[in-house]
T-cell receptor
Framework: EAQVTQNPRYLITVTGKKLTVTCSQN?????MSWYRQDPGLGLRQIYY???????DKGDVPEGYKVSRKEKRNFPLILESPSPNQTSLYFC???????????FGSGTRLTVV | RKEVEQDPGPFNVPEGATVAFNCTYS??????FFWYRQDCRKEPKLLMS???SGNEDGRFTAQLNRASQYISLLIRDSKLSDSATYLC???????????FGGGTRLMVKP
């Protein structure tokens, strides 16, 4: 089944403890992207990648890192999480930007 | 001012009704446009791309007006299963920098 898989689905962590949210797609898509969704603010793009080793900032990149060492994987790294990064995170992939994105099921992160 | 604006609703309509949503975008450099559907606590799912010539997929019709910078979605013969939040999206950089509207909530009632 063609899909974007994120792990974990739920995570509660403490301020300052580094964490990684994994994202993997099995559709051989070139493009991948990370978003966060917050009440009243909607979905906002964090980072995107147009190919292996090619990443760029979205609207809200502060406090996040990404890497794209392989085509299928696009992990999101929070080096020192803070409570304002409590959010619902989505990873997405696309064969080409103009084709629209397929989203993963989301990761609900709580930083206390 | 938000870059992509939508009426949050909710739009409460009876089954079988026709309902239309509009969305405006502020960045005239936007290149690609989409409608996504999001059910409560779930991931957004691509409903359709939006083209200047207009496009139709079954009961759904999308239209883009670049001069006025607005996008529309028309749903005919509404079904209960159409109840969801509809997200308007404008994209830059060959469709890779996506800006989402806040969403319009639709509730279809029996």
């Amino acid at each position: 089944e063609a899909q974007v898989t994120q792990n974990p689905r739920y995570l509660i962590t403490v301020t300052g403890k580094k964490l990684t949210v994994t994202c993997s797609q099995n559709m051989n898509h070139e493009y991948m992207s990370w978003y966060r969704q917050d009440p009243g603010l909607g979905l906002r793009q964090i980072y995107y990648s147009m190919n292996v080793e090619v990443t760029d900032k979205g609207d809200v990149p502060e406090g996040y890192k990404v890497s794209r060492k392989e085509k299928r994987n696009f992990p999101l790294i929070l080096e020192s999480p803070s409570p304002n990064q409590t959010s619902l995170y989505f990873c997405a992939s696309s064969p080409a930007g103009g084709a629209g994105y397929t989203f993963g099921s989301g990761t609900r992160l709580t930083v206390v | 001012r938000k870059e992509v604006e939508q009426d949050p609703g909710p739009f409460n309509v009876p089954e079988g009704a026709t309902v239309a949503f509009n969305c405006t975008y502020s960045n005239s450099a936007s290149q690609s446009f989409f409608w996504y559907r999001q059910d409560c606590r779930k991931e957004p799912k691509l409903l359709m791309s939006v083209y200047s010539s207009g496009n139709e997929d079954g009961r759904f019709t999308a239209q883009l007006n670049r001069a006025s910078q607005y996008i529309s979605l028309l749903i005919r013969d509404s079904k209960l299963s159409d109840s969801a939040t509809y997200l308007c999206v404008a994209a830059l950089n060959a469709g890779n920098m996506l800006t989402f509207g806040g969403g319009t909530r639709l509730m279809v009632k029996p």
